[in-house]
Each structure stands twice: as structure tokens, then as C-alpha cells.
């Protein structure tokens, strides 16, 4: 009729934003003051990650080149590859390492060289709004042990930090923009830490040994209560293998090559589970999934990305590494070759889109 305006109902137009990239959102916002305001929401923001988590699930790939700059690309459901635009503060660092990466948030390690003198920061970093927020560390030395993750019950982001000595260790919220110390003598008698951890549910994990002792355990942190523990042993079976830490329908998983004769090894996939029935709360490993027997090959798995490994492959000494997928509904394997890069894997992430905030950019201190 005429003079009367049709509009959508307001359920319908969340419905269908919820659905659009990050990308788009970000223009819409021009399109009215409501959009705008409803695009920034809370509740918005969380329902637009959900639906990114269901629906778009990515694999964040980090490559390492000669010249210790960070190469990132981004491989979706239908294997093909996007560039990351990396922030120019990246490149003018030595050898940016991502930590870790949640809910659309990138958390990086980066180091300066001033005289031969390494100092280390941190930078939170979501490139799909392009927000960063660099955190300063006042320590000289090349390495940190460090994790970043997500506490549901918190709901906030946090960054653990823990000195090479082992003595002393340090959280940050992101909510907060502070530092708290946290007991870590648990820690005391261990003699290393492997890689940097896995979060999931509020929990970081570390594959962790003893000095003189082959024996391997889980270690991990509560992010809402500031607490380490030790909570299941690996078996020595699966120790003596490449071993990687991974998450597997929400659930901390373990994957490990094993040599079955010198030209013969398999993938297994474990998942903790927890002991029900017993006084206290106790983990157990149940094995998931083992592949076929693979052979002329060097295989060692990176992640999970949704029901498929990820794994660093290697021909041969004079062929390029190249990523292989396991699928461990079907078993099929698949060879994913990024054209741009013949660099080295050095890491892979589960990545979605999202409009999560870091806050911009804020320089905080803090002292170990």
C-alpha cells in the first residue's frame, strides 16, 4: 500500500547478519545507527561466533621462511588457501611464534634483539577486525613458556606466562588488563615443557617430563581457579613416538606416530576421558581412531581440524613438505599443497572469524 514501509522483523535481520563475514559486518555498520549498535553487542557478537564455530570452521596455517618472518594463510572447508594480512608490527620483530588461538583472537610471542640482548612481548591480535593489543614484558632472554585461551566460566581471555627456572609464573587477563602471580612450585621438579599448550573448556594442557625420568604426563592449568595440577600419565608406548597435543570434539586429545617396522608407522588419535564411578575425579585415555599403515613417508600430525589430522609431511630430502589429511571417518587421506607457499609448517590452528575486541592497542608491563 502506498506511504506504508515494509521492514523485516528485527529476529529475521539478526538471523541473517549472524550468518554474513566479519568483513561485511563491518561496512553494514554504516547503514544505520541501529545496525551499527546491534552489530556491537554482546549478545550479537557471541551468536555470530557460534554460527562461525558451526558453519566456518578454518585452519590457520603458520610457515616459516629464511628470514624468521611470519607467513600466515587460512585453509577453508573447500582446501583452498587465504592470505593474512599480518600487522606491520610483525615484521619488524624477530621471529613472531603464535602461542595460541581462540574464538577469532591471536595471541603471539615476539622478540627484540638490542645488542645481543633478546627481549620478549606478547600481542593479542584479531586480524579479521584488524584490532591489536601489544603486552610488554619486562624480561631479557629468547624464551618463555607461554599459553593464551578462553575460561567459560570467567568469560574472559587469559595468558599465561611461566619463567624458563620455573620459579615463578604470571597471568593476564584480557578483561582486566592485569597481571596476577600464581603459584607454579608444582612445577619445580619438572625438567621441560613441550611446545605450547593446548586450551579447551578453560583448561591448558602441556605434555610435560621429568629430568633423567622418561615418563610423561599431562600437565595442566585452571584458568578460573589460577591452578596447576597433574592429571594423567602417557603411555610409554605412545612416548616414544612424535606426540602432539590436540582437541577433539571439545575434549583434550593426544596424537603420536608409531613405527611399526622401519618402513611402516600408523596415526593413533587418544581422548581423555573421565573416570566416572570412583571417589574423586580421575582421566583415562580411550584410543579414537588408528590409521592405515603408511609407508615411504615422514608424518608428524599438527592438529585436529574437525574430523580430519593435520599433518607436516615429508617425501623425501629432495621434495617440499607438503600438509596431509587424515580423515578419521573414512581413513581417506588428502594432500593439500598451498601453491604461494614451499615453506615449512611450523604450526596449525583452529581459526574461525569472529568480532571479538581486544580492546585496541594498550601497553601494559609486567615484571618477572
Wanted: net charge negative.
Amino acid at each position: 500500500m502506498e506511504g506504508d514501509a515494509q521492514y523485516l522483523p528485527e529476529e529475521v535481520i539478526r538471523n541473517i547478519l549472524t550468518r554474513l563475514p566479519v568483513k561485511s559486518l563491518i561496512r553494514f555498520q554504516c547503514v544505520c545507527k541501529h545496525w551499527k549498535n546491534l552489530i556491537k553487542s554482546p549478545s550479537f557478537i557471541a551468536d555470530h561466533l557460534h554460527h562461525s564455530n558451526l558453519q566456518n570452521p578454518l585452519l590457520l596455517c603458520e610457515y616459516n621462511d629464511r628470514e624468521s618472518l611470519m607467513n600466515l594463510r587460512l585453509l577453508d572447508r573447500e582446501m583452498q588457501f587465504l592470505e593474512v594480512e599480518t600487522e606491520p608490527l610483525m615484521d619488524s620483530l624477530h621471529n613472531p611464534m603464535i602461542i595460541g588461538s581462540s574464538n577469532g583472537l591471536i595471541c603471539l610471542r615476539l622478540c627484540t634483539n638490542k645488542n645481543g640482548k633478546y627481549s620478549v612481548s606478547l600481542l593479542l591480535w584479531n586480524p579479521s577486525i584488524r584490532e591489536v593489543r601489544q603486552i610488554y614484558i619486562n624480561y631479557l632472554g629468547f624464551y618463555l613458556f607461554a599459553g593464551f585461551g578462553f575460561s567459560p566460566i570467567l568469560d574472559d581471555y587469559k595468558i599465561l606466562i611461566i619463567h624458563p627456572t620455573r620459579y615463578s609464573a604470571q597471568v593476564y587477563s584480557v578483561g582486566s588488563g592485569s597481571w596476577n602471580g600464581v603459584d607454579c612450585t608444582i612445577l619445580n621438579d619438572w625438567h621441560d615443557l613441550h611446545d605450547d599448550p593446548i586450551t579447551v573448556n578453560g583448561f591448558m594442557y602441556w605434555i610435560g617430563s621429568k629430568e633423567d625420568e622418561n615418563d610423561l604426563f599431562v600437565v595442566s592449568f585452571d584458568m578460573a581457579m589460577e591452578l596447576f595440577t597433574l592429571i594423567s600419565p602417557i603411555s610409554p608406548r605412545e612416548g616414544r613416538g612424535t606426540i602432539k597435543l590436540t582437541v577433539y570434539e571439545n575434549k583434550l586429545g593426544l596424537l603420536s606416530v608409531i613405527s611399526e617396522n622401519q618402513n611402516s608407522f600408523v596415526t593413533n588419535l587418544w581422548v581423555m576421558e573421565e573416570v566416572t564411578g570412583t571417589i574423586r575425579e580421575t582421566w583415562s585415555w580411550t584410543k579414537k581412531y588408528t590409521s592405515n599403515p603408511l609407508t615411504g613417508m615422514l608424518a608428524c600430525p599438527v592438529t585436529m581440524w574437525n574430523n580430519e589430522i593435520v599433518c607436516d609431511v615429508y617425501f623425501g630430502d629432495e621434495c617440499e613438505p607438503k600438509i596431509f589429511l587424515i580423515n578419521i571417518t573414512t581413513s581417506e587421506l588428502k594432500m593439500v599443497n598451498d601453491p604461494l607457499f614451499n615453506l615449512d609448517l611450523c604450526d596449525a590452528f583452529n581459526y574461525v572469524e569472529s568480532l571479538v575486541a581486544v580492546g585496541g592497542i594498550k601497553s601494559t608491563t609486567m615484571f618477572v
